[in-house]
């Protein structure tokens, strides 16, 4: 009887799924989020470069649509031309599937695994980056908010459960809530996001990051949520959310965020294109 029981909740669990190991430099975490990259990554590329010549960073997530108009068909497509200038960085690289990368003949597969650009990491659709201070879960959300599975709000119960870890961090592409447009519409994909935020808030998940709306914002709530698409192609929010900590005003602006995590504390900052900080820090204790 115990056996079939734990046999029933194995199978209800999924399979596990895979960890990636991320040794910060030093006693804070510094990673860079960017996202929607894929018009050409060139120029954010470069402001996260000169932003790690000064103050050493450990990785950049890349909240989804990395490749515009539609994902890579294979290891030899063209398109991986696009993030070659991120790669040059010289850390690494964790990304999560958009919907661009589910379009026309992509092949979202051909970015799992091995990559023809360095730094690439991305064991599975779906992973966890272990750093020790943090513990990121890596989302595919864009069978999530169509409607086609439920695999994103079972890896968020799975992933975390009895984890005893600083930050719980979860990260993929949709917004659950946001100023901009995706943070509205298509109505069903809204509807769809909206009822992963109480399975995050049961986790313990800390902080929510996703890109697809193009543009940066903080909004506060339980978790926080981080949007940062403004990689290529900059969309000024609608109407700023009644618990947006920034922007203060719609504005379209290049640029990525920076989060910075110690055991205690999780700073967030904003910062242009050209690497240049555009907020003041905002700090959360535990």
Known sequence: MITTLFLLLALALGAPIPHVALQPRGAVLRIAVVGDTGEGSDRVARGI?????????????????????CGPASKKDSQWSRVRAL???????????????????????????????????????????????????MLDTTPFAVGRSDAAADAVRQAFAGKK?????????????????HGHFPRAQHL???????????????LYICGHDHHLELIDGQPRLLISGAGSDPV??????????????????????????????????????EGAVISKPFAFRR
């Open 49 to 69: 470069a000169a932003l790690h010549k000064k103050n050493p960073l450990d990785a950049v997530i890349i909240t989804g649509d990395a490749f515009y108009p």
């Open 87 to 137: 790669s040059q960085i010289g850390i690494p690289l964790f990304p999560v599937l958009g919907n661009h990368d589910f379009c026309g003949k992509s092949v979202p597969d051909a970015q799992i695994g091995t990559a023809p650009v360095a730094h690439w990491q991305f064991p599975a659709k779906q992973y966890v980056v272990d750093a020790r201070i943090a513990e990121l879960l």
């Open 165 to 181: 870890v600083s930050w719980r961090i979860a990260v993929g592409h949709h917004p659950i809530v946001s100023s901009g447009y």
């Open 192 to 206: 769809r996001m909206v009822t992963l935020e109480p399975v995050m808030r049961r986790a313990g998940v800390d």
């Open 236 to 273: 000024p929010p609608l109407v700023p959310h009644a618990k947006t900590l920034f922007p203060s005003e719609a504005t379209a602006q290049l640029g990525f965020a920076v989060i910075e995590v110690d055991d205690h504390t999780m700073t967030i900052r904003f910062f242009d294109g």
